[in-house]
């Protein structure tokens, strides 16, 4: 049986997380009492209010993540919207790894990486563009989220594989598990990534400046004011003449100062 949650309640969610996480749920009301009712009543609450109460006044980060994974998608496989790998192999690795032929050093970010399909892909598009030269680069991918289920699953790299898989990258970047249709990343791709826990409301305080920001399908949660901020972070903590690349249905707002280069991708000047 649904709990209800009174308006007071709803509030004090929604402020909480929005201003903890950027994630917006003030239009969410009846999400979030069909998802977390059954969830809660099982942890033995009674009523919205007690798990608020304790939510906020413990900061739990199981609970946190609880109602953050309960009231998002970690949908994500691998070479999603795919057109954007296209461009990456084609137009963006050839331009940085020219940049850095000296220092033979890339600093990508797949920022919001979820189950870590996203950064494997980045990886595996690098390994075959590098190709023997790719053991004298340092071209690790950063990965992260804030959803520590997300990063347990993307370190372990066990996945089933979509049938638009290249056959080629099935061969050389994944052994076979005992499981039908299961099949674990290698260990020379998953060297190449770099799995952190970070809240893209923090500040960003790398140590290098970026060539390439992944950030796809995350944004589609923030408002308006919320997203502009964060990608101003992305912009400071890019090198110039880098990109960022968004989902397909997520926009920018022009007056950032990057170029629009193509649907959802973006260049630093």
């Known amino acids: 049986m649904e709990m209800t949650i009174t308006d007071a309640d709803f509030l004090r969610l929604v402020q909480f997380i929005q201003k903890s996480y950027g994630i917006d749920l003030s239009k969410k009301r009846q999400l979030i009492v069909g998802r977390l009712s059954y969830t809660l009543q099982t942890m033995g609450y009674t009523s919205f209010t007690a798990f608020i109460d304790h939510l906020l006044s413990t900061r739990n980060a199981n609970d946190i993540e609880l109602v953050i994974n309960k009231l998002t998608t970690n949908y994500t496989f691998f070479m999603r919207e795919e057109a954007h790998f296209n461009f990456f192999k084609r137009t963006i690795l050839p331009e ?22 996203e950064p494997y892909t980045i990886a595996m598009c690098i390994r075959d563009y590098l190709g023997p030269q790719a053991a004298t680069w340092d071209a690790r991918v950063l990965a992260t989220d804030i959803s520590q289920r997300a990063l347990t699953l993307a370190k372990e790299g066990v996945y089933e594989l979509p049938e638009t898989m290249p056959p080629e990258w099935k061969r050389r970047y994944f052994q ?3 499981e039908p249709n299961r099949f674990r990343v290698t260990q020379e791709i998953k060297d190449q990534v770099q799995f952190r826990t970070f809240n893209l409301m923090d500040p960003i305080r790398f140590m290098t400046k970026f060539d390439v920001i992944f950030c796809r399908n995350v944004m589609i949660y923030f408002d308006q004011p ?44």
């Open 226 to 269: 919320t997203k502009d901020a964060l990608v101003r972070r992305f912009y400071d903590a890019s090198s110039p003449g880098a990109y960022l690349l968004i989902g397909h249905s997520e926009t920018l707002n022009r007056d950032i100062g990057y170029q629009f280069l193509a649907p959802a991708t973006f260049k630093k000047p």
């Open 96 to 117: 940085i790894v020219q940049k850095h032929k000296k220092d033979r050093s890339l600093s990508i970010w797949s920022a919001g990486c979820s189950s870590g399909e």
């Open 176 to 178: 076979a598990e005992k």
